[in-house]
């Protein structure tokens, strides 16, 4: 495996149901991050974890919960979903400091019913 | 706030001609990174091209070049001898130079690039 791979590439879920988004980078990087991206609109910055330490919570609403246990993983918990949500989610890497390239994920194709 | 405008949603060019997507930025900074970034119908985004603020040289990779007017705010890019693997989402960048641990980038709205046999 190399890169930043997330699973599922495709979720559909209901408005009640909890389900979960998952980032593992094998890239030997510090900082992760999550990003919805919809169309029509700039890339949103949604979290951002900085040695397992969350740095940057963009107003995002509760109902979406990230974890990180570690500089090489990163989850997104999603409960209670609105259909607005529905979204592509890319969750990116990078070296902490420097030029700042990131490193994305293929991202995940969430549909809320 | 720091702002990207990408204001060509879509563009199209011809196999082997040179195309220019338009990005423009609003920020009181001085010190700064730009980027483009490519992402292809896979959707994995990928690096382009990055340009740091403070080098007046335009930064160059191969078929991929920009230019960069510090003064107008204006970070273009020039695809030349296009290829049919260049169609994608292209999407302008911008990450404030604080020193910071992490590397928060704004981004465009993305221009799609169609490209002709």
């Known amino acids: 495996e190399t890169g930043v791979t997330q699973t599922p590439r495709h979720l559909v879920m209901g408005m009640t149901n909890k389900k979960s988004l998952k980032c593992e980078q094998h890239?030997?990087?510090?900082?992760m991050y999550w990003y919805k991206q919809s169309a029509k609109k700039p890339l949103e910055l949604m979290f951002v974890?900085?040695?397992?330490?969350?740095?940057e919570n963009n107003s995002v609403p509760s109902r979406f919960s990230p974890e990180c246990p570690n500089s090489s993983h990163l989850f997104l918990h999603l409960h209670t979903l609105q259909p607005e949500d529905s979204a592509l989610y890319l969750c990116a890497s990078s070296h902490a400091g420097g030029p700042g390239e990131l490193f994305f994920g293929e991202g995940s194709r969430l549909t809320v019913l | 706030a720091q702002t990207v405008t990408q204001s060509q949603p879509e563009m199209s060019v011809q196999e082997a001609e040179t195309v220019t997507l338009s990005c423009t930025y609003d920020?009181?900074?001085?010190?700064?990174?730009l980027f483009w970034y490519k992402q292809p119908p896979s959707r994995q985004m990928i690096l382009v091209i990055r340009q740091e603020a403070y080098k007046q040289q335009n930064a160059t990779e191969n078929r991929f070049s920009v230019n960069f007017q510090k003064a107008a705010k204006s970070f273009s890019l020039k695809i030349s001898d296009s290829q049919l693997g260049d169609a994608a989402m292209y999407f302008c960048a911008y990450r404030l130079n604080y020193g910071g641990a992490t590397n928060k980038l704004i981004f465009g709205t993305g221009t799609l690039l169609a490209v002709q046999p």
């Open positions: 890239l030997g990087h510090n900082a």
């Open positions: 920020t009181s900074e001085s010190d700064y990174y």
């Open positions: 974890y900085n040695f397992k330490e969350q740095t």
